[in-house]
């Protein structure tokens, strides 16, 4: 069966850390561009971070930047995200998705989130709370 499933989420308390992890079956991730998106009630959902496949560029939205790390394991077939000094404001459902992108690397375009994703996970919850 071929889809994405995330895992990680929990409850953490303000300043904790939590790595989440994407990881595909039924097709190898090493061609796929990878995003993580968020969704916090209320608000659409918005892409965080991105790790392409051609040259494992990355971004990260002002809200994450220098918190969050995205890393890439081939071998493995998962992506990770490292997530530190969490924060109340970072609550919310944390997804995973792919894009079939070999040669571009489209984590460094600014259109990298305006297109259609050819998998998604199903969301992991992560909730920062004392």
């Known amino acids: 069966q071929v889809q994405l499933v995330e895992s990680g989420g929990g409850l953490v308390q303000p300043g904790e850390s939590r790595r989440l992890s994407c990881g595909a079956s039924?097709?190898?991730?090493?061609?796929?561009?990878v995003g993580w998106f968020r969704e916090i009630p209320g608000k659409a959902r918005e892409g965080i971070s991105c790790?392409?496949?051609?040259?494992?560029?990355?971004y990260y939205h002002d809200s994450v930047q220098g918190r969050f790390t995205i890393v890439r394991d081939n071998a493995a077939n998962t992506i990770y995200l490292q997530m530190n000094n969490l924060q109340s404001e970072d609550t919310a459902v944390y997804y995973c998705?792919?894009?079939?992108?070999?040669?571009?690397?489209?984590?460094?375009?600014?259109?990298?989130?305006?297109?259609?994703?050819?998998?998604w996970g199903q969301g992991t919850q992560v909730t920062v709370s004392s």
């Open positions: 790790i392409s496949a051609s040259d494992e560029s990355t």
């Open positions: 998705a792919a894009v079939w992108q070999p040669y571009r690397a489209l984590c460094r375009s600014e259109n990298r989130w305006h297109r259609s994703w050819d998998y």
């Open positions: 039924g097709f190898s991730l090493e061609h796929y561009a």
